[in-house]
């Protein structure tokens, strides 16, 4: 409503600051052609207009001191003097409507000033044209204002003490502005403004998903980070936003990049034994032990690595995965929906171990005969015996 009203106000100030200038430039024949300005002695009796009328006790001495090249604005800025006050009130008014009423103030005043000079034949009034000017950097003072307050905001946003993972508060305030402004922005005739006002706002709430790993959360950062930036990315791909595609695609690299660092640290713990192991056997290749001399090593010897297998039946395999498969449940919330992808991650980075450790043994235990207790056909049927029972 707020916005409409203003819509109207400004639409009625043309007509009424040109008829006002013409009446002005035709009474005291202020034409800009004329060689000279006469000083023109009035009486209030032989003003027809109102306006002009009550503000002659005011412009009687001013009057002889009119420049000619704006002769007609000087006297339209002593008869709206009270404009620009009472349009700075009445954008506060429109401003505190709503919480982002400063954006429909910006968009209002730019799509005006635009079609005024669009529409007009003749160029617009310079004193309206200085006024609505004057009004355009308060509503832009007013927008930035507002941008950095809600920046700051969500940089400073504190995390719930009992957070269990989701979408963080930060992240959801960021996509209600980008909602709000998209749609108070769709038919803007410009949006540089809001455009820097995106940028800006996506680095606080990239740098407010960062500053995770120093809040001492009880859940798995990574996870919520992964998550978030998740969240983003197809928030961001949604939109369709051009100024945000960079940000849109650093999402999408952070978002992979938190998913490994949850997948790997998660998957240690199935085979973590394993891991160590074979870690071990990975660090004395580097030292520049020979694969055939590895198994002469104390700690990874034929008899160590026997004993390590065999702690990984397969049976117990299924039931690690099992048990980790309800941990990611419950860790991940269902409204990202990223258990399968998750799921699949993990199954990917499993079998890629799978096949590491049996390289390392055919290359370091060769002729030996020492094998896992599962095979890689036993493993892929894990994990699909669990996704389908769930």
Not at 45 to 64: E, G, K, M, R
Request: glycine share 4%; net charge negative; hydrophobic share 40%.
């Amino acid at each position: 409503v707020s916005q409409q009203m203003l819509e109207q106000v400004l639409r009625e100030l043309q007509p009424l600051c040109m008829a006002e200038q013409q009446f002005i430039e035709k009474f005291f024949q202020l034409s800009p052609a004329a060689a000279d300005l006469q000083v023109v002695e009035v009486s209030v009796s032989n003003i027809s207009s109102p306006a002009l009328a009550s503000a002659l006790p005011h412009l009687t001495s001013y009057f002889c001191f009119l420049r000619l090249e704006e002769p007609t604005t000087q006297v339209l800025c002593e008869l709206f003097s009270c404009l620009e006050p009472e349009l700075r009130g009445f954008l506060d008014v429109c401003n505190k409507v709503h919480p982002f009423g400063c954006l429909q103030v910006l968009v209002t005043l730019n799509d005006s000033i635009f079609e005024m000079w669009d529409s007009s034949s003749s160029p617009p009034s310079a004193f309206l044209n200085t006024a609505l000017g004057n009004m355009l950097l308060l509503a832009k003072s007013s927008f930035n204002k507002c941008i950095g307050t809600l920046c700051k905001e969500i940089e400073e946003a504190k995390m719930p003490s009992k957070m269990k993972g989701g979408i963080l508060p930060s992240v959801s305030r960021f996509e209600e502005f980008v909602t709000f402004s998209e749609e108070v922005f769709r038919a803007a005739r410009r949006r540089r403004e809001l455009d820097k006002a995106h940028l800006w706002l996506a680095d606080s709430v990239f740098s407010s998903i960062n500053s995770l790993p120093s809040a001492n959360l009880k859940v798995n950062t990574d996870m919520v980070m992964m998550e978030n930036f998740h969240h983003i990315h197809c928030f961001l791909c949604q939109k369709e936003i051009h100024c945000l595609e960079g940000k849109k695609r650093e999402a999408q690299q952070r978002y992979s990049e938190h998913m490994e660092k949850y997948v790997i640290k998660y998957l240690g713990q199935p085979l973590e034994k394993l891991n160590l192991f074979f870690e071990g056997v990975k660090a004395r290749l580097v030292q520049g032990v020979k694969e055939e001399e590895v198994s002469f090593q104390l700690a990874y010897s034929k008899q160590e690595l026997r004993k390590v297998i065999e702690k990984y039946p397969g049976k117990e395999v299924k039931r690690a995965l099992e048990t980790l498969y309800r941990k990611i449940h419950k860790h991940l919330s269902p409204e990202e929906k990223l258990l399968p992808v998750v799921w699949q991650a993990m199954e990917q980075e499993l079998i890629q171990q799978y096949q590491e450790f049996e390289d390392l043994i055919q290359r370091c235990y060769a002729g030996s005969g020492i094998a896992m207790d599962f095979t890689m056909e036993d493993l892929l049927s894990y994990f699909n015996s669990i996704t389908l029972s769930n």
